[in-house]
Protein backbone atom coordinates (compact mmCIF):
# COMPACT_ATOMS: atom_id res chain seq x y z
CA UNK A 1 0.00 0.00 0.00
CA UNK A 2 1.54 3.68 -0.99
CA UNK A 3 2.05 6.20 1.76
CA UNK A 4 -0.85 8.04 -0.05
CA UNK A 5 -3.43 5.02 0.43
CA UNK A 6 -2.45 4.83 3.74
CA UNK A 7 -3.14 8.24 4.56
CA UNK A 8 -6.37 8.28 3.01
CA UNK A 9 -6.94 4.80 5.16
CA UNK A 10 -6.86 6.41 7.96
CA UNK A 11 -8.21 9.96 7.20
CA UNK A 12 -11.62 7.11 6.40
CA UNK A 13 -10.96 6.01 9.78
CA UNK A 14 -10.87 8.89 11.78
CA UNK A 15 -14.09 10.34 10.10
CA UNK A 16 -15.51 7.21 10.91
CA UNK A 17 -14.91 7.27 14.67
CA UNK A 18 -15.74 10.78 14.55
CA UNK A 19 -18.95 10.28 13.39
CA UNK A 20 -19.76 7.74 15.49
CA UNK A 21 -18.81 9.81 17.83
CA UNK A 22 -21.03 12.99 16.88
CA UNK A 23 -24.02 10.08 16.95
CA UNK A 24 -23.07 8.67 20.04
CA UNK A 25 -23.71 12.07 21.41
CA UNK A 26 -27.11 12.54 19.42
CA UNK A 27 -28.21 9.41 20.51
CA UNK A 28 -27.74 10.74 24.40
CA UNK A 29 -29.12 13.66 23.81
CA UNK A 30 -32.24 11.83 22.24
CA UNK A 31 -32.60 8.73 24.07
CA UNK A 32 -32.64 8.40 27.67
CA UNK A 33 -31.84 4.86 28.15
CA UNK A 34 -27.91 5.57 27.05
CA UNK A 35 -26.36 4.85 30.30
CA UNK A 36 -23.37 7.16 31.66
CA UNK A 37 -20.06 4.67 31.35
CA UNK A 38 -20.12 5.16 34.89
CA UNK A 39 -23.03 2.60 35.43
CA UNK A 40 -21.93 0.49 32.70
CA UNK A 41 -20.62 -3.39 33.98
CA UNK A 42 -17.46 -2.83 31.65
CA UNK A 43 -15.75 -0.04 29.57
CA UNK A 44 -17.66 0.66 26.55
CA UNK A 45 -15.07 0.97 24.40
CA UNK A 46 -14.14 -2.68 25.43
CA UNK A 47 -17.58 -3.77 24.06
CA UNK A 48 -17.63 -1.41 21.38
CA UNK A 49 -14.27 -2.66 20.01
CA UNK A 50 -15.58 -6.47 20.41
CA UNK A 51 -18.60 -5.88 18.78
CA UNK A 52 -16.79 -4.21 16.11
CA UNK A 53 -14.54 -7.04 15.47
CA UNK A 54 -17.30 -9.11 14.03
CA UNK A 55 -19.27 -6.40 12.21
CA UNK A 56 -19.04 -5.53 8.61
CA UNK A 57 -16.38 -2.51 8.34
CA UNK A 58 -18.46 0.78 8.46
CA UNK A 59 -21.13 -0.02 9.72
CA UNK A 60 -22.80 2.41 12.87
CA UNK A 61 -23.44 0.74 16.03
CA UNK A 62 -25.42 2.68 17.94
CA UNK A 63 -25.17 3.86 21.07
CA UNK A 64 -27.82 2.01 23.03
CA UNK A 65 -26.63 -0.95 21.06
CA UNK A 66 -23.50 -1.29 23.25
CA UNK A 67 -25.05 -0.36 26.13
CA UNK A 68 -27.34 -3.25 26.03
CA UNK A 69 -24.94 -5.59 25.18
CA UNK A 70 -22.97 -4.41 27.86
CA UNK A 71 -25.45 -5.12 30.67
CA UNK A 72 -26.76 -8.35 28.76
CA UNK A 73 -23.01 -9.69 28.88
CA UNK A 74 -22.87 -8.86 32.53
CA UNK A 75 -26.49 -10.95 32.45
CA UNK A 76 -24.90 -13.73 31.45
CA UNK A 77 -22.18 -13.77 33.59
CA UNK A 78 -24.61 -13.44 36.63
CA UNK A 79 -26.58 -16.42 35.00
CA UNK A 80 -23.52 -18.53 34.78
CA UNK A 81 -22.00 -17.93 37.91
CA UNK A 82 -26.15 -18.73 39.45
CA UNK A 83 -25.37 -22.13 37.57
CA UNK A 84 -22.14 -23.09 39.15
CA UNK A 85 -23.11 -21.83 42.47
CA UNK A 86 -25.59 -24.30 42.94
CA UNK A 87 -22.98 -26.94 42.96
CA UNK A 88 -23.30 -28.50 46.61
CA UNK A 89 -19.07 -27.59 46.68
CA UNK A 90 -17.27 -24.91 48.66
CA UNK A 91 -15.56 -24.21 45.17
CA UNK A 92 -16.26 -23.58 41.26
CA UNK A 93 -14.04 -25.21 38.75
CA UNK A 94 -13.88 -25.98 35.10
CA UNK A 95 -16.15 -29.14 34.64
CA UNK A 96 -18.39 -26.65 36.58
CA UNK A 97 -17.89 -23.88 34.09
CA UNK A 98 -18.51 -25.89 30.93
CA UNK A 99 -21.27 -27.09 32.32
CA UNK A 100 -22.81 -24.18 32.74
CA UNK A 101 -21.94 -22.41 29.57
CA UNK A 102 -22.87 -25.68 27.28
CA UNK A 103 -27.05 -25.04 26.88
CA UNK A 104 -25.55 -21.70 25.10
CA UNK A 105 -23.51 -23.69 23.08
CA UNK A 106 -26.44 -25.85 22.41
CA UNK A 107 -28.24 -23.18 19.76
CA UNK A 108 -27.48 -24.47 16.76
CA UNK A 109 -28.95 -27.27 17.28
CA UNK A 110 -32.21 -25.81 19.14
CA UNK A 111 -34.32 -27.02 16.05
CA UNK A 112 -33.11 -30.54 15.96
CA UNK A 113 -33.59 -30.54 20.29
CA UNK A 114 -37.31 -29.56 19.56
CA UNK A 115 -38.24 -32.50 16.98
CA UNK A 116 -36.50 -34.82 19.59
CA UNK A 117 -38.62 -33.55 22.48
CA UNK A 118 -41.24 -33.31 20.71
CA UNK A 119 -41.18 -37.16 19.55
CA UNK A 120 -40.22 -37.87 22.99
CA UNK A 121 -43.37 -36.32 24.23
CA UNK A 122 -45.18 -38.04 21.71
CA UNK A 123 -44.38 -41.26 23.17
CA UNK A 124 -44.88 -40.25 26.80
CA UNK A 125 -48.48 -39.49 25.62
CA UNK A 126 -49.31 -42.69 24.00
CA UNK A 127 -48.07 -44.54 27.11
CA UNK A 128 -50.41 -42.76 29.28
CA UNK A 129 -53.14 -43.83 26.65
CA UNK A 130 -51.71 -47.21 26.67
CA UNK A 131 -51.95 -47.63 30.33
CA UNK A 132 -55.51 -45.86 30.13
CA UNK A 133 -56.68 -48.68 27.57
CA UNK A 134 -55.22 -51.46 29.57
CA UNK A 135 -57.34 -50.90 32.39
CA UNK A 136 -60.33 -50.49 30.83
CA UNK A 137 -60.26 -53.14 28.40
CA UNK A 138 -58.88 -56.10 31.10
CA UNK A 139 -61.89 -55.60 33.05
CA UNK A 140 -63.97 -54.91 30.47
CA UNK A 141 -62.81 -58.61 28.66
CA UNK A 142 -63.19 -59.91 32.32
CA UNK A 143 -66.96 -58.85 32.31
CA UNK A 144 -67.53 -59.70 28.62
CA UNK A 145 -66.44 -63.52 29.24
CA UNK A 146 -67.85 -64.08 32.95
CA UNK A 147 -70.85 -66.66 32.91
CA UNK A 148 -73.10 -66.09 35.53
CA UNK A 149 -75.14 -68.84 35.24
CA UNK A 150 -75.77 -72.53 36.94
CA UNK A 151 -79.14 -74.59 37.78
CA UNK A 152 -79.15 -74.41 41.25
CA UNK A 153 -78.53 -71.45 43.20
CA UNK A 154 -76.36 -71.48 46.61
CA UNK A 155 -78.31 -68.89 48.59
CA UNK A 156 -81.95 -68.38 48.73
CA UNK A 157 -83.02 -65.82 46.40
CA UNK A 158 -85.05 -63.85 48.84
CA UNK A 159 -82.01 -63.41 50.85
CA UNK A 160 -80.21 -61.93 48.06
CA UNK A 161 -82.79 -59.78 46.89
CA UNK A 162 -83.38 -58.22 50.09
CA UNK A 163 -80.02 -57.60 50.77
CA UNK A 164 -79.69 -56.02 46.79
CA UNK A 165 -82.38 -53.88 48.33
CA UNK A 166 -81.11 -52.12 51.12
CA UNK A 167 -78.10 -50.96 49.23
CA UNK A 168 -79.63 -49.54 46.56
CA UNK A 169 -81.71 -46.18 45.79
CA UNK A 170 -85.28 -47.15 46.65
CA UNK A 171 -88.04 -47.57 43.52
CA UNK A 172 -84.69 -49.13 41.57
CA UNK A 173 -86.00 -52.35 39.95
CA UNK A 174 -83.64 -55.40 40.35
CA UNK A 175 -83.83 -57.69 36.74
CA UNK A 176 -83.80 -61.12 37.41
CA UNK A 177 -80.63 -62.25 36.07
CA UNK A 178 -78.94 -59.83 38.46
CA UNK A 179 -80.54 -61.64 41.14
CA UNK A 180 -79.61 -65.16 39.73
CA UNK A 181 -75.71 -63.56 38.92
CA UNK A 182 -74.66 -62.55 42.19
CA UNK A 183 -76.47 -65.70 43.53
CA UNK A 184 -74.01 -67.51 41.67
CA UNK A 185 -71.24 -65.55 41.57
CA UNK A 186 -71.11 -65.19 45.62
CA UNK A 187 -71.04 -69.10 45.62
CA UNK A 188 -68.35 -68.96 43.61
CA UNK A 189 -66.57 -66.56 45.85
CA UNK A 190 -67.47 -68.94 48.84
CA UNK A 191 -66.18 -71.80 47.26
CA UNK A 192 -62.54 -69.73 46.63
CA UNK A 193 -62.30 -68.54 50.17
CA UNK A 194 -62.97 -72.54 51.27
CA UNK A 195 -60.68 -73.99 49.38
CA UNK A 196 -58.11 -71.06 50.14
CA UNK A 197 -58.34 -71.99 53.37
CA UNK A 198 -58.37 -75.85 52.85
CA UNK A 199 -54.90 -75.21 51.27
CA UNK A 200 -53.01 -74.44 54.77
CA UNK A 201 -51.68 -77.92 56.60
CA UNK A 202 -53.48 -77.76 59.43
CA UNK A 203 -56.37 -79.80 60.84
CA UNK A 204 -58.18 -77.10 61.50
CA UNK A 205 -59.66 -73.98 60.07
CA UNK A 206 -59.14 -70.78 62.01
CA UNK A 207 -59.64 -66.78 62.12
CA UNK A 208 -56.40 -65.99 60.87
CA UNK A 209 -56.52 -68.40 58.13
CA UNK A 210 -60.16 -66.59 57.11
CA UNK A 211 -58.54 -63.16 56.82
CA UNK A 212 -55.98 -64.24 54.83
CA UNK A 213 -58.34 -65.74 52.81
CA UNK A 214 -60.58 -62.93 51.79
CA UNK A 215 -58.10 -60.26 51.89
CA UNK A 216 -57.31 -60.10 48.04
CA UNK A 217 -61.17 -59.80 48.03
CA UNK A 218 -61.14 -56.97 50.84
CA UNK A 219 -58.81 -54.87 49.00
CA UNK A 220 -60.39 -54.91 45.52
CA UNK A 221 -62.20 -51.90 46.48
CA UNK A 222 -58.51 -50.16 47.12
CA UNK A 223 -57.18 -51.14 43.67
CA UNK A 224 -60.44 -50.31 41.90
CA UNK A 225 -59.91 -46.67 43.50
CA UNK A 226 -56.19 -47.10 42.91
CA UNK A 227 -57.01 -47.59 38.86
CA UNK A 228 -58.97 -45.12 38.72
CA UNK A 229 -56.44 -42.40 40.30
CA UNK A 230 -53.51 -43.98 37.65
CA UNK A 231 -56.10 -43.23 34.71
CA UNK A 232 -56.79 -39.80 36.28
CA UNK A 233 -52.42 -39.25 36.71
CA UNK A 234 -52.43 -40.43 33.01
CA UNK A 235 -55.02 -37.56 31.84
CA UNK A 236 -53.47 -35.27 33.99
CA UNK A 237 -49.81 -36.07 32.32
CA UNK A 238 -51.46 -36.14 28.95
CA UNK A 239 -52.50 -32.39 29.44
CA UNK A 240 -49.29 -31.46 31.02
CA UNK A 241 -47.56 -32.96 28.01
CA UNK A 242 -49.64 -31.20 25.58
CA UNK A 243 -48.80 -27.96 27.93
CA UNK A 244 -45.01 -28.68 27.47
CA UNK A 245 -45.66 -29.30 23.64
CA UNK A 246 -46.97 -26.23 22.92
CA UNK A 247 -44.39 -24.27 25.26
CA UNK A 248 -41.81 -26.05 23.38
CA UNK A 249 -42.86 -25.26 19.77
CA UNK A 250 -43.26 -21.59 21.31
CA UNK A 251 -39.90 -21.25 22.85
CA UNK A 252 -37.87 -23.33 20.77
CA UNK A 253 -37.69 -21.40 17.97
CA UNK A 254 -34.73 -19.43 16.81
Known amino acids: MSENEKKDTNVEEKVEVEEEKVEETKNVEMREDVLDEGKLPFPRATITNLVRK??????????????????????????????????????VNYDMLKEAIAPYEEIADIEKQKDELKKKISIITKECDSIINYIDTETK??????????DKLPFPKATITN????????????????????????????????????????????RSMFKDAIEPYE????????????????????????????????????
Open 54 to 91: HVSKGKQIKGTVKDEMNLWVSKMIEGIAGKMNSQPYTF
Open 141 to 150: AKATTMKLEE
Open 219 to 254: AIGEIELEKERIIQQMESIKTSVEILNMEIERKFNM
Open 163 to 206: KLRSSLDEGKTIKGPVKRGLNVWLGRVVARVSQKMDSYPYPYID
